[in-house]
């Protein structure tokens, strides 16, 4: 009896030492992984932003759905990422609100992060309920001096009618509308004194009010012809006009009269 007591505590003895043993060869260990520097994070900080800017399309390329995920992902990888991200302006400042149209409240989360730069921005309410879409364009109204480039696609003049407004910056603005049998009062945007660049369809042509005199590049797209009159009458600087035409004639007594050189594409009346 008293020779097991002694071999089990022998036993317990050796035991003891191994684990001992054992545990200073893991502090050893872990001493070399805490050391351990991952090269990517011994880049300057500086780096690393320019690497994430060229995550990115180009501005005002607006980055996709998959890349919107991505740049979430970015923020996620460490505190030092998460930190340099929200902090660079140039990651989020062109967006295309495709899926997260329909939560207002991440549009200022989001556009807040682009602290006063220019901003990019593509606005798609196809499928979420006007009212709901207009509550999602309320959201834009404290980026609106901002605004450099900005597209809505098949919203309504009701939604346009909660973002009237300065728009200071806008040089680039494309607007497609839904038709609407009993349409409300058009929508005015003339204070845009940079706007260059505009593209309207046929929804949208008669129903918003915009600064023509000042533009130099117009598309009309699915217009009849009649349309186009008093507005190309007002395009006096124009450099670029593309339009696109569905019914009517060319040789129409309404035709406009206009002196610049253009680029027109008919569709049936070309036929």
């Not at 001992?20 to 872990?30: F, W």
């Not at 991952?38 to 800017?53: A, D, G, K, R, S």
């Not at 929200?86 to 295309?96: C, E, K, M, N």
């Not at 329909?102 to 549009?107: G, I, K, S, T, V």
Request: proline share 7%; aromatic share 10%; with cysteine.
């Amino acid at each position: 009896m008293l020779s097991a007591l002694a071999a089990d505590r022998a036993r317990v003895a050796e035991l003891d030492a191994k684990i001992s043993l054992l545990e200073r060869q893991r502090a050893q260990v872990q001493a070399r992984l805490d050391s351990y520097r991952y090269p990517v994070l011994t880049l300057p900080n500086e780096i690393i932003t320019e690497i994430f800017v060229h995550f990115l399309p180009p501005y005002p390329h607006c980055i996709s759905f998959h890349k919107l995920y991505g740049l979430i992902v970015l923020t996620q990888i460490c505190h030092l990422w998460r930190e340099i991200a929200l902090r660079t302006p140039a990651l989020w400042r062109a967006i295309g609100f495709y899926p997260l149209a329909d939560h207002p409240a991440l549009f200022d989360a989001w556009l807040g992060r682009a602290r006063g730069f220019p901003i990019s921005l593509i606005f798609d309410t196809d499928w979420i309920e006007d009212n709901r879409a207009a509550g999602s364009l309320k959201a834009i109204v404290p980026y609106l001096a901002q605004l450099e480039y900005f597209e809505v696609h098949w919203g309504s003049l009701s939604q346009l009618q909660a973002i009237e407004g300065p728009m200071p910056m806008l040089r680039h603005f494309e607007l497609l509308l839904q038709e609407e049998d009993d349409p409300p009062t058009p929508v005015s945007f003339l204070e845009a004194p940079l706007l260059r660049r505009v593209l309207l369809n046929g929804a949208a042509v008669g129903n918003v009010i915009l600064p023509w005199a000042q533009l130099t590049s117009l598309a009309l797209d699915g217009v009849f012809l009649s349309e186009c009159a008093s507005i190309l009458q007002q395009t006096f600087n124009l450099v670029h006009c593309e339009l696109i035409f569905v019914g009517g004639d060319l040789d129409d007594e309404d035709a406009p009269d206009v002196t610049p050189v253009l680029t027109i594409t008919g569709i049936d009346s070309l036929q």
